[in-house]
C-alpha cells in the first residue's frame, strides 16, 4: 500500500512540472507563429507601398510591441476576450489605435501558466522606451506612469482626445490588483 501512494505521490509531482512547463511551451508556440505571420505582413506591406485599413477583427495580429529596456517584444491582436488573452498581448477594442489621438489600451497576462508576455513588465522605469510597430508605422513612446490599481479601476482606459497615449495593463499581487504603466508618444 506505501508503495503505491508512493508512486502516485511521485507521479503527481512528475505531472505537476510537465504539464504547466508543456502550457508555456505551447503558449509561446501560438505567439511566435503569430508573429511570424505579422511581420510577413509587414514586409509585404514596406513592398507594396498600398494605403493599409484598420479593419480588424477580434484575434488578428495589429501590431508588434518592443520594450527593449526588459528584453519584450512580442505581437498584439485586437480584442480582450479570454481566447486571446491566453496567448497575446491584447488591444482593448474601442481603444485608440497605435499613434492616433487617444489612450491606445493593451493588456496582457503575467503568470506562470501560459503566456508571460509581461512578466518583466514591473522592472520598466519611467522614461524607458515602448516601440509599438503597425503596417502604418513605427510609433514610440515614452512611460511616464507606473502604478499599482484595483482590478475594477477602468478610468487607466479613459480617452483623452487631446493626447497620443500608452496604456499597458496587467495582473499583480496574485491577480488581486493592475500594474498599469502609461506613457505619451514621442513626436
Same mark, same amino acid.
Given at each position: 500500500?506505501?508503495?503505491? @501512494? ?9 505531472? %505537476?512540472?510537465? @504539464? ?6 505551447? +503558449?509561446?508556440?501560438?505567439? !511566435?507563429? +503569430? %508573429?511570424?505571420? $505579422?511581420?510577413? /505582413? ?5 513592398? +507594396?507601398?498600398?494605403?493599409? /485599413? ?23 491582436? /485586437? ?12 488591444? $482593448?477594442?474601442?481603444?485608440? %489605435? ?5 489612450? $491606445? ?12 508576455? $509581461?512578466? &518583466?513588465?514591473?522592472?520598466? =522605469? ?13 510609433? =514610440?513612446?515614452? @512611460? ?7 482590478? &475594477? !479601476? ?7 482626445? +487631446? ?25
Amino acid at each position: 500500500m506505501r508503495k503505491k @501512494i508512493s508512486t502516485i505521490l511521485i507521479l503527481v509531482g512528475i505531472l %505537476m512540472i510537465v @504539464i504547466p512547463q508543456g502550457l508555456k511551451y505551447y +503558449s509561446r508556440q501560438v505567439e !511566435n507563429k +503569430s %508573429m511570424q505571420k $505579422f511581420k510577413s /505582413e509587414l514586409q509585404d506591406k514596406s513592398e +507594396s507601398q498600398d494605403e493599409v /485599413e484598420d479593419n480588424y477583427k477580434p484575434g488578428d495580429e495589429i501590431a508588434i510591441m518592443r520594450v527593449k529596456s526588459v528584453g519584450l517584444e512580442t505581437v498584439i491582436v /485586437e480584442g480582450t476576450d479570454t481566447k486571446y488573452l491566453k496567448y497575446y498581448a491584447c488591444h $482593448f477594442e474601442g481603444t485608440a %489605435m497605435p499613434g492616433e489621438e487617444g489612450n $491606445f489600451s493593451v493588456a496582457g497576462h503575467s503568470s506562470y501558466l501560459y503566456n508571460q508576455v $509581461f512578466n &518583466e513588465l514591473h522592472k520598466v =522605469k519611467i522614461n524607458d522606451e515602448i516601440e509599438i510597430e503597425t503596417t502604418k508605422g513605427i510609433f =514610440k513612446y515614452k @512611460i511616464t506612469e507606473k502604478f499599482d490599481t484595483e482590478a &475594477e !479601476n477602468t478610468s487607466v482606459l479613459t480617452q483623452d482626445m +487631446s493626447k497620443k497615449e500608452i496604456t499597458l495593463v496587467t495582473c499583480t499581487n496574485g491577480g488581486k490588483k493592475r500594474l498599469i504603466i502609461k506613457g505619451e508618444i514621442m513626436e
